[in-house]
């Protein structure tokens, strides 16, 4: 559609459903890349359970923090590199070849992952699947739009997103189930291998795109493959259209030339693509500097520090976590065309930092309020198992547990055998200590303190979630899909795009520093901060693009935006004019 842009209303899933019922051979080409949607929620996910069991197997991640958000952080490195240049190959050499690629990169991944022998081997493997995450991510929902009737595409490129929060969760329950298995984390990254094994069979035997097809002048594969997939009567249409499309497409590059520098000068150069890329890229760094990806990326970790020792119960509350997000999705699907776009981002906003301060004020009472040091616990195990930082430390009777785990990472809490929350030990950080402190049914924390507000904090992590999903997780792409002219579409999306993907490898590189170096309660906190100058950015250059026709937001951009409450009397009667 060239006058509005294309949702995926109620009636049209129906009409979805309807369709793929008559014409199972669309259902196969969606669902088939649809698949790539599910690996990249999967690699997104995985990684947080996996690695509470890399820490335990290589005490070099352990001990090194940096270590392990290199470890989460480079797939997402990965991805920037993988979404350039699978744009490149997506043009050259067509979708269906972009995604038998992309399979290849994460089969290969997580194989070397499955069997890394040292941490530098899983760095290698997360930058190979992160390679094939940012080739799925654009090349999957681009395939099964240019593969679809137009009058389902929407709803079927939205089964892409779904695909995405269910991938996370199922990553989630896959964490779980592999807990008790001998090798824990190399099941848990290298089950990862199955669906792209799947989907590379499933796609040789699938066929290009039609649109890209017709591009490379073969109409007559591009007619076959239109003749599976609408009715007889409508495939002279839909090859007029292509041929209209397509001499639009090549006329736009013209103008904006051929070089992606020239394009980006282009683009910036034009005051309403200029506004919209304020916009565009508003939403999309703020969608970051809210801190989704660390809930993401770290969640059994952050429930770790809220003060749940296990990782398996840790694992099993992150689940909440995942199942939100999945549910989240759908709420926006339902009411994003309601209650528009801006509305829902604001609300979703407001939602967020509410839960981050709530959420550093109970992890700062959490600190405050943890079990004391008790030197007959300390001794109790020996004076060699005491923590040496303990022993050297000059006011050590005034020290309770998280004064014993902020003192060197060498150092860990062993509870109260009657107790978890009266004083307990501060002890050297070892297996023979560790398997001591468990021996007497005692819980062994590193990461965290026992605590009363543990629970309370896990269900904060869960309407956090509840408060971005609906709103910040689903609509800044949205608005990057409406919000440019058409010819710009491509290069504004683009520009958007690589600012989410490196604002997120910003926050997921510097997470666990910033809990060392300020605690959870001062990160939260910071995240709170970000979302604050976010909320802001949004009110004040993002307008609502609801129900717009594309014409019609070029002219609200090109006479500029203001917040209806900033608009002077005059401003008002020429929009309702």
Request: aromatic content about 12%; some cysteine; proline content about 4%.
């Given at each position: ?6 949702k ?5 899933f129906?009409e979805?459903?309807?369709t793929?019922?008559?014409t ?21 996910g995985?990684?947080?359970g996996?690695?509470?069991?890399i ?7 352990y ?8 470890i989460?952080?480079m ?19 067509g ?15 997580a194989i070397v ?20 995450v940012?080739?799925a991510?654009m090349t ?6 240019e593969?679809?009737p137009?009058r389902?595409?929407g709803?079927?490129?939205?089964t892409?997103?779904?695909?995405i ?14 807990t ?6 190399r ?7 199955i669906?792209?094994?799947v989907?590379?069979?499933l ?14 002048e073969?109409?007559d594969e ?6 599976k ?7 002279e249409?839909e090859?007029?259209a ?7 497409e ?5 103008f904006?030339?051929g070089g992606v520098?020239?394009?980006i000068?282009s683009?910036w ?5 200029r ?7 508003t ?5 970051q ?41 759908i ?22 930092i ?7 004020v ?6 405050i ?7 007959f ?7 060699n ?7 050297n ?29 009266h ?5 050297a ?12 049914k005692r ?5 965290g303190?026992p605590?009363?507000f ?16 609906p ?6 792409w ?5 919000i440019?002219?058409l ?16 604002s997120n ?5 510097t ?16 995240f709170?901060?970000f ?8 009110y ?10 594309f ?5 609200l ?9 900033f ?11």
């Amino acid at each position: 559609m060239e006058g509005a842009p294309h949702k995926a209303a109620k009636a049209e899933f129906t009409e979805c459903w309807r369709t793929s019922w008559k014409t199972p051979y669309i259902m196969r080409l969606a669902f088939s890349a649809g698949i790539g949607g599910l690996l990249f929620g999967y690699d997104t996910g995985v990684i947080s359970g996996a690695l509470l069991y890399i820490r335990d197997d290589f005490k070099s991640v352990y001990k090194h923090t940096w270590l392990q958000e290199t470890i989460v952080s480079m797939a997402v490195a990965g991805a920037i590199f993988g979404a350039a240049f699978g744009g490149w190959f997506n043009d050259k050499y067509g979708r269906r070849k972009s995604i038998l690629l992309a399979d290849i990169l994460f089969f290969i991944g997580a194989i070397v992952m499955a069997v890394a022998p040292a941490p530098w081997v899983i760095i290698i493997g997360r930058v190979l699947v992160g390679l094939g995450v940012g080739m799925a991510s654009m090349t999957s929902p681009l395939y099964i739009s240019e593969a679809s009737p137009a009058r389902i595409r929407g709803a079927l490129v939205s089964t892409n997103g779904l695909l995405i929060t269910g991938g996370q969760f199922l990553s989630y329950l896959i964490n779980l189930a592999f807990t008790r298995t001998k090798g824990t984390w190399r099941w848990m990254l290298g089950v990862a291998s199955i669906p792209a094994l799947v989907q590379f069979v499933l796609m040789l035997s699938l066929p290009e795109s039609p649109r890209w097809l017709y591009r490379a002048e073969k109409k007559d594969e591009a007619r076959a493959i239109l003749e599976k997939i609408y009715p007889a009567h409508e495939v002279e249409d839909e090859m007029k259209a292509l041929e209209t499309s397509i001499e639009v497409e090549k006329a736009d590059e013209e103008f904006l030339g051929g070089g992606v520098f020239s394009k980006i000068k282009s683009a910036w150069s034009n005051t309403i693509v200029r506004r919209g890329l304020y916009a565009g890229i508003t939403v999309q760094v703020a969608q970051q500097f809210v801190g989704i990806n660390t809930v993401m990326y770290y969640s059994p970790t952050i429930v770790q520090l809220a003060g749940f020792a296990s990782n398996k119960t840790a694992l099993a509350l992150s689940l909440i976590t995942s199942g939100l997000n999945a549910v989240g999705s759908i709420i926006s699907m339902c009411f994003v065309d309601r209650y528009g776009r801006r509305r829902l981002m604001i609300v979703s906003m407001f939602g967020i930092i509410t839960c981050l301060v709530v959420l550093s004020v109970l992890f700062m009472q959490a600190s405050i309020h943890s079990p004391r040091i008790s030197a007959f616990e300390s001794n109790h195990f020996g004076s060699n198992s005491t923590c040496s930082a303990l022993l050297n430390a000059p006011g050590a009777s005034s020290w309770n547990c998280m004064s014993c785990l902020q003192a060197s990472s060498d150092c860990a809490f062993c509870s109260n055998g009657n107790n978890k929350y009266h004083p307990g030990a501060c002890l050297a950080l070892n297996d023979s200590v560790k398997g001591l402190c468990r021996s007497e049914k005692r819980e062994w924390f590193t990461k965290g303190c026992p605590s009363k507000f543990g629970f309370f904090a896990v269900m904060l992590l869960g309407l956090y979630i509840i408060s971005y999903s609906p709103g910040m997780g689903t609509a800044p792409w949205i608005v990057n899909s409406e919000i440019y002219p058409l010819r710009y579409r491509g290069i504004g999306g683009g520009i958007a795009a690589v600012s989410n993907w490196v604002s997120n490898l910003i926050v997921s590189e510097t997470f666990l520093t910033l809990t060392e170096a300020i605690g959870s309660a001062g990160t939260f906190l910071l995240f709170a901060g970000f979302s604050t100058i976010g909320l802001i950015a949004i009110y004040f250059l993002v307008p609502e693009t609801k129900g717009l026709p594309f014409e019609q937001v070029e002219k609200l951009l090109e006479k500029g935006y203001k917040p209806k409450f900033f608009r002077k009397k005059t401003d008002e009667k020429a929009d309702t004019s």
